[in-house]
């Protein structure tokens, strides 16, 4: 009865094409935006925004750069951390060889860089297709952390690899405390999003789309595969790039090249798959479930050996953590292939028909 | 012969037989890819899995035979297992599906093993010691482990016997028939689902035998799993569906990056091995797409 879109007839052309073209969308989607900003820090605690919903939102504009390439164009990537990497170390090269630039021109250059590095490594993508892309997007990730700690001057000469992001201001308003950085943090990733958004029902991202579904036949109906799969590697780098960066100032503070395995890339995927590959909605649904996951794992494990007194050793508890984590992928998968996203959908289409659903 | 031949020929030789190792993990994934179309993930951490499985019954006294019987048996329950836990009810999705399953798969399994058999790493002993073989350092003063040589014909041995097993059997032929065309091979009465839970019980067993030799040269630990990053090289050269191919690729692969790390390496501060062999194999895919002996996919609209 609440969500029904009978009634809202479209007068313009403007109308027509809004992004969100649903009534009830806009205002939830309005609503969402100012308990982001407003409400949780006002209400948050320091622990919940600096160590959960920083990270939630850095790792779902990850997700998001990786769901551009896999989800919209089909190209699977194994290379995301390694893309993070370039963004998080060429953030900290530009704000300290250029500190007249200013924080956002700088998150802009590293996304840039890392939106190059993709292009390079995206080349292989149009002669190679499938897993044979995705193992030498491996490539990627091995060399590209290889030389952050073989060149010694992505780390500023320091003789431990690991460096400390500097403090970020933009107009003399320094992002000091987990509060600040998280709106900072909250203020791109919710415009990147929107972006992304516009991006795929733009005249791109359905070359994207048409690529993912069969790119001989796109060939075929004239779309520049060259041009297609090359911006799909660099856009999506760029979003892993801003994200990396934030990943750096926002939520670590200190980083070195090994924070950037092939562990996270893996991560990331799961956050694509699970919460639903080509959504945009998926990404952040995927990035909540990941990073909520392992610390409900952890209070669970708590309680369990509190209120049975066992005692279950740390090594028992990380392996079943690890066990439980695998499992629950394989059954997410077989449950619902299509992802959290699609559960959504299934509920929005429900939703359109209740209460009288004859 | 001159020393700087000598030292060339022993890195050479030295690289092909490392490449005989990667080809042993990298035949684990042809195997299971050829089959059944899956991109198994997890075929690192069941080589850990069986090297763990097995130098755990070694060191509660076991018979070496029993303990080598026994732990085969516990891969192919547990390729029977992944068969009808994991793969069934994932028939028909798409080949990203079953790869992500297949991630879970070893997350699955690197807790279960270090769950039941504890994380500390153990040695490995097989009776055949990982020194130079004396009469070639003597003649020709090449050193050349006695090991790689074992390891090597391990490996020759297990890929002749898996050549015959696919080329003379009849399940063999209905493996081929599946890795064929799916729907054909049902369709003249191959069942599907036997066949898979073969082809991930031989993957064990194949696992089995490459956890046995690295877990020699490099002890039984946590680091085996990573193993499998080194043989995906292997498999883009070769190509994901060839047998030969596995062998091959491991030993262009095994020669080059020993080849470039030590020739090359120190020139740009060392440590290239983690990269070199992606390179290599990322340069050959730009000539042939599908690796040496992959099959050529005709896309048609």
């Not at chain 1, 009634?7 to 939830?28: C, H, L, T």
């Not at chain 1, 600096?50 to 190209?75: D, R, S």
């Not at chain 2, 091979?185 to 066949?195: E, F, N, S, T």
């Not at chain 2, 080849?259 to 290599?280: D, L, N, R």
Request: with cysteine; hydrophobic share 60%.
């Amino acid at each position: 009865m609440l969500y029904r879109e009978a009634g809202q007839f479209k007068s313009s052309y403007a109308e027509d094409q809004q992004i969100f073209p649903i009534r009830q969308d806009r205002i939830a989607i309005g609503l969402l935006l100012v308990v982001a900003f407003v409400v949780v820090p006002l209400f948050g605690n320091q622990y919940w925004l600096g160590a959960i919903i920083t990270p939630f939102l850095i790792f779902a504009l990850a997700a998001l750069g990786l769901n551009i390439l896999t989800g919209y164009a089909g190209q699977l990537s194994l290379g995301t951390a390694a893309f993070m990497a370039v963004g998080a170390f060429m953030a900290y090269n530009f704000v300290l060889r250029l500190p007249w630039i200013g924080v956002i021109p700088a998150f802009i250059l590293a996304g840039l860089c890392a939106a190059a590095v993709g292009i390079v490594f995206g080349l292989p993508s149009l002669r190679i297709k499938g897993f044979y892309l995705a193992v030498a997007t491996l490539a990627c990730q091995f060399f590209v952390l290889w030389a952050l700690q073989r060149v010694p001057w992505f780390t500023n000469y320091s003789s431990t690899g690991v460096v400390t992001a500097q403090q970020i201001s933009l107009l003399g308003f320094a992002f000091d405390s987990p509060e600040r950085k998280y709106l900072f943090t909250l203020a791109v990733v919710a415009v990147m999003a929107l972006l992304a958004k516009n991006l795929m029902r733009s005249e791109t991202g359905r070359a994207f789309m048409a690529v993912r579904d069969m790119d001989v036949a796109a060939a075929v109906v004239g779309i520049p595969m060259m041009k297609t799969k090359l911006l799909a590697f660099a856009i999506s780098s760029f979003y892993c790039g801003v994200a990396g960066a934030l990943y750096a100032y926002t939520y670590l503070g200190t980083v070195e090249p090994e924070a950037f395995t092939l562990d996270l890339s893996f991560r990331i995927l799961f956050m694509v798959i699970i919460g639903g590959v080509g959504s945009v909605l998926g990404s952040f649904l995927g990035a909540a479930f990941i990073t909520l996951f392992p610390i409900f794992l952890n209070l669970a494990s708590g309680w369990l050996s509190h209120s049975f007194g066992m005692d279950i050793s740390h090594a028992v508890v990380s392996n079943l953590e690890l066990m439980i984590f695998g499992g629950l992928i394989i059954f997410f998968l077989i449950v619902e292939p299509n992802g959290l996203a699609r559960l959504w959908q299934i509920a929005k289409e429900k939703l359109r028909l209740w209460p009288f659903p004859h | 012969m001159p020393i700087e031949v000598i030292f060339f020929i022993e890195v050479l030789v030295g690289g092909l037989l490392a490449g005989v190792m990667y080809s042993l993990v990298a035949l684990g994934f042809v195997l299971i890819y050829k089959a059944s179309g899956v991109f198994n993930f997890a075929q690192g951490a069941m080589v850990f899995f069986a090297a763990l499985t097995f130098v755990s019954l070694l060191e509660m006294q076991w018979n070496f035979w029993l303990a080598l019987l026994v732990t085969l048996a516990v891969m192919v329950v547990l390729g029977l297992v992944t068969e009808r836990v994991v793969l069934r009810p994932l028939t028909n999705q798409p080949p990203i599906t079953l790869f992500m399953a297949t991630i879970g798969l070893a997350f699955v399994l690197e807790g279960l093993s270090q769950l039941i058999w504890g994380s500390q790493p153990h040695g490995l002993d097989l009776g055949i010691a990982d020194v130079p073989i004396e009469w070639l350092s003597q003649r020709w003063n090449v050193n050349i482990s006695q090991f790689d040589i074992f390891a090597a014909c391990i490996a020759g041995l297990l890929v002749a016997v898996l050549a015959v097993f696919f080329q003379k059997t009849r399940i063999g032929r209905a493996l081929r028939a599946v890795a064929d065309d799916h729907q054909a091979a049902l369709a003249v009465g191959i069942p599907l689902q036997h066949i898979w839970a073969i082809v991930w019980a031989v993957a064990g067993f194949v696992a089995l035998v490459a956890g046995l030799i690295w877990g020699v040269r490099n002890g039984v630990q946590f680091a085996l799993t990573f193993v499998a990053l080194k043989a995906l090289p292997v498999l883009l050269i070769g190509g994901f569906e060839s047998i030969p191919g596995a062998i091959i690729g491991g030993l262009i692969i095994g020669a080059t990056e020993k080849v470039a790390e030590v020739y090359f390496g120190p020139m740009v501060g060392g440590g290239i091995e983690s990269w070199f062999a992606y390179v290599v194999a990322l340069l050959f895919l730009l000539v042939r797409p599908e690796g040496l002996f992959g099959e050529k996919h005709i896309d048609r609209v």
